[in-house]
């Protein structure tokens, strides 16, 4: 596989198989996408995996956690403008056609939202921290680190979920995996094989012209 039918075949996967996953294989992976670039060579990324027993550990906590958090940032402007907000609308409505949920059935929307918690079913993940120090060029370090992560992972026959929602859940993951107090929750990745069988699989998110976003001078 080279790079560009990672980039093409790299979705974001929202059930997965239980089939597991070699943690030496993620450790592999990740070492690979420290090549990432990053300004300054700061290398901001860090990143505590879950496989195995820990993932059950893991959500075991989850469930027993009864504390209300706050979120670390806010994943969306409160006040999205165009085309930002038709874009995030209609990857929203193609998801719920696929899975026949209707927008009035709240409750079966949210339910499929609280699978992020869940990791969509994968028996991998990781959370990627960053010191809290950080500013806008370091978080962008991050993007590049887990982009290159997610294209390895495909080409290692992985499939994967970025998943900011878990942003939401700072204090409980923060607990779990002992991140230290200037650490900031940047995301969760679900890390795993998609189940094929899945519609919400099929889900091809669109992508604006070209024309729309870039200019040549």
């Not at 592999?28 to 505590?48: D, E, M, V």
């Not at 550990?57 to 027993?64: A, K, P, S, T, V």
Request: with cysteine; charged share 25%; hydrophobic share 40%.
């Amino acid at each position: 596989m080279n790079v560009s039918q990672a980039v093409e075949s790299r979705s974001s996967i929202r059930k997965f198989l239980s089939k597991p996953v070699s943690s030496s294989l993620i450790k592999t992976l990740l070492q690979k996408a420290s090549r990432s670039p990053s300004g300054g060579n700061l290398q901001p990324w860090k990143i505590f995996v879950i496989n195995n027993s820990s993932m059950n550990n893991f959500l075991l906590f989850q469930e027993e956690w009864n504390t209300p958090e706050v979120p670390a940032y806010e994943i969306y402007p409160s006040n999205l403008k165009e085309p930002y907000r038709t874009s995030r609308f209609q990857l929203g409505e193609q998801m719920y056609e696929l899975l026949g949920i209707p927008r009035e059935n709240k409750t079966a929307r949210i339910e499929q939202v609280m699978k992020n918690f869940e990791f969509f079913g994968a028996p991998c993940a990781f959370f990627c921290f960053v010191d809290r120090q950080m500013g806008p060029p370091q978080w962008s370090d991050l993007g590049m680190f887990l982009q290159t992560f997610m294209l390895l992972a495909k080409e290692a026959g992985l499939d994967t979920c970025a998943q900011e929602a878990w942003s939401m859940k700072q204090d409980s993951v923060a607990a779990f995996v002992d991140a230290g107090d200037d650490d900031i929750l940047f995301c969760g990745m679900s890390i795993g094989h998609k189940d094929d069988k899945a519609l919400v699989n099929s889900l091809q998110s669109e992508r604006r012209p070209i024309e729309e976003w870039a200019k040549f001078l």
